[in-house]
């Protein structure tokens, strides 16, 4: 059983963590003046060189807890080989701790890399063989390299998980004790970041941590103070058209709509196209690279609405992020938590509207006990909530796997018509060819029986 503290003494400007100073600069120029709370109880003892088990949410400014400590420490000890290892869950949440350590480490000495799927591996690979001083991965593609001689983790002395909750529902779990199983039996410095900590997450931090620092483990989750949280009662089938009014409204600026599942994410975003109102979408079947194109045109302000899934709901940063709208009600209340810390973040203020049909007051009962209130309800005025449902938003599963069928059943058809032809083709051009030859030989005899009759 490891021994922990229940907090930390918190250190209220970065200057009094004794920062070198090319992080101090890099932090001014991220345009970080006070310490989150996390910050002020996480990187003293961090650079002291405490494992940590923070459990800290969505928006609090966790990446830089952690990743201070280590730069901090790098930077005493000569460069060269890979020497912390960062593991996220998801692509988005490694581009995006990748973004801030390169930002921090501006003027330091120290190289990053990310390493995720979804994108070419040359450049991995490249990264492994210079010996970055930070990676920042999610496990699978991690494991992928680690199957090469050039990809070593040797001298890695920090470890860092990040969303360890988040890795647990994904069924990361095999993966990182995979990945554990090619780090250094030596001490090492690890650093364990969860939003939340049911048994499992206690129980593996038993296994990797030694003395552990405990920093908000018994916190109750709540969506950040700045999130003013309102629900709108509407029928199902009129949510899309609500959305499409509240926007048409300028009720709500630039805004995340969570849905469901990715079918209804993709269909918002046709309502939303037909509708004329600059939208993108990000779940899971799209490619990293129109994911990534997705979330950079919404924050660059080309899209107005990001239709997402939950893959979005932790560890993508957008700044000034107006309004998060769940269009539909999650069915965890820790869910709806993460969904909304994606507005007011790190101090700032925003909205969370919730729209909630009547087969989905049970799951927002579940949320209000969670977050140990009623959660104002609102109707818009002058919309018309009675009517009729034009054309369909969800198709139904069976529907939509007969489609499918229907559709690789006509891709075959086509297949097979073009192989036919194309055997048609060939098979004529062949025929001709042959004509062609035989008329040639003959004409040729023609000639020499000429040629010989000539000579005679």
Known sequence: MTRSSSSAPAVDTFQEMDLAPELLRALGDMGFEAPTPIQQQAVVPGIQGRDLLACAMTGSGKTVA??????QRLRERPAGTTRA????????????????????????????????????????????????????????????????DYASLAQVEFLVLDEADRMLDMGFLPDI????????????????VSATMPPPIVQLSRELLRDPLRIDVERKQAPATGVTQTIFPVPAHRKPALLVELLRRDEI??????????????????????????????????????RTKALQGFRDGRFRVLCATDI????????????????????????????????????????????????EEGE???????????IERRMLDGFD?????????????????KAI??????ARERQKAKEVRRAEAEASKGKESGSSSGRGQGGGQGGGRRRRGGRR
């Open 66 to 71: 952690f990743l201070l400590p280590v730069l």
């Open 85 to 148: 290892l960062v593991l996220t869950p998801t692509r988005e949440l490694a581009a995006q701790v990748a973004a801030e350590l390169d930002a921090l480490t501006r003027h330091l000495p120290l190289r990053g890399a990310a390493i995720f799927g979804g994108v070419a591996i040359g450049p991995q690979e490249r990264a492994f063989r210079r010996g970055v001083d930070v990676l920042v991965a999610t496990p699978g593609r991690l494991l992928d390299h680690l199957q090469y």
């Open 177 to 192: 004790r995979r990945v554990l199983g090619h780090l250094p039996s030596s001490p090492r410095q690890t650093l364990f």
């Open 253 to 290: 600026g630039n805004v995340i709509a969570f849905c469901r599942t990715k079918h209804r994410a993709n269909r918002l975003f046709e309502v939303l196209e037909k509708a004329g109102v600059p939208a993108s979408r990000i779940h899971g079947n799209r490619s990293q690279a129109q």
């Open 312 to 359: 979005v709901a932790r560890g993508i940063d957008v700044e000034a992020l107006d309004h998060v709208v769940n269009f539909d009600v999650p069915a965890q209340a820790e869910d709806y938590i993460h969904r909304v810390g994606r507005t007011a973040r790190a101090g700032a203020t925003g909205e969370a509207y919730t729209f909630v049909s009547p087969e």
């Open 364 to 374: 927002l009962r579940a949320i209000e006990r969670a977050v140990s209130r009623k």
């Open 385 to 401: 909530y009675g009517a009729r449902e034009v054309e369909r938003f969800e198709i139904p599963m069976g529907e939509r796997i």
């Open 405 to 410: 069928r229907e559709e690789r059943k006509k």
